[in-house]
């Protein structure tokens, strides 16, 4: 079986801390992508991730603006200090831009994710019930998670598709119980080598809170091109993890100008 690959987390542009591969440019992303075979891909900009998300976000709109298989998620701030939209200007640009997803480093930028700091920015993506992937850097599957933070967010926020990060082989614990209370949190496989571990989300809570994702270039993309070859699962829910969910996700985007 072939599956249609839709990558959910890719890099573009010259990271500050390229080791010679990152995606400097289109041409060199589009030939990974066909050498491994991933028809699509949903890419964040290296400058709006390392220096300026308001000026990288839009750069990086514009350079996959004619590029069918590539898709928008833009990096995103809390706005009070003029380096990211207010909430309404967001909305107005994420349906000009057709955004599908905003990723947010909330340790590499420093800033809480507490209502008082986030609220405004969390509320507009309720509203268009806008997929946040929330990556905390991790590393080493023995770096914690904020388990409690993404619990009250997912509560909070109903309307928003969580998408957790680099969820490591020694998360099962506190990951379970959440998918269980919080149906509107998913988790990308790009790191997550738990022994049968998709089997075991899959049989428990369905192939559906699962999105295939490289983390490409930063990491490499065999391992969970591998994992999802070769998983005990059916077609049906390779596909699903391959690309299917994450269409699903970015399908249920309510944009308004």
């Not at 839009?58 to 706005?79: H, K, N, T, Y």
């Not at 991790?138 to 109903?158: A, F, G, N």
């Not at 829910?237 to 249920?252: R, V, Y």
Request: some cysteine; charged content about 20%.
């Amino acid at each position: 079986m072939e599956l249609q690959l839709f990558d959910a987390g890719v890099m573009l542009g010259r990271s500050k801390m390229d080791k010679g591969g990152s995606f400097d440019n289109l041409k060199d992303l589009r030939a990974v992508m066909e050498r491994l075979q991933i028809g699509r891909a949903l890419v964040y900009g290296a400058l709006a991730k390392d220096s300026c998300p308001r000026e990288g976000n839009l750069l990086l709109s514009e350079m996959i603006a004619d590029e069918p298989c590539l898709f928008p998620a833009w990096v995103g701030l809390p706005g009070h200090t003029g380096e990211f939209p207010d909430a309404g200007t967001l909305k107005k640009q994420a349906a000009e831009n057709r955004v599908c997803a905003l990723r947010l480093f909330p340790r590499q930028h420093n800033y809480p994710t507490s209502d008082w700091c986030c609220g405004e920015l969390f509320s507009a993506m309720n509203e268009m019930h806008m997929p946040v992937f929330l990556d905390y850097g991790v590393e080493h599957w023995s770096e914690p998670m904020p388990w409690d933070e993404i619990y009250r967010l997912c509560k909070t926020y109903p309307d928003i598709p969580f998408v957790l990060v680099r969820v490591g082989c020694g998360s099962n614990r506190p990951l379970f119980p959440l998918l269980e209370k919080c149906p509107n949190l998913h988790f990308e496989i790009s790191y997550f080598d738990a022994n049968r571990g998709l089997e075991a989300v899959a049989q428990r809570f369905g192939a559906c809170r699962m999105l295939f994702a490289t983390g490409m270039p930063t990491y490499n993309p065999a391992c969970p091109i591998a994992m999802l070859h070769f998983a005990d699962l059916s077609d049906a829910d390779k596909q699903k993890i391959a690309g299917e969910n994450l269409k699903m996700l970015i399908g249920g985007i309510r944009y308004a100008l």
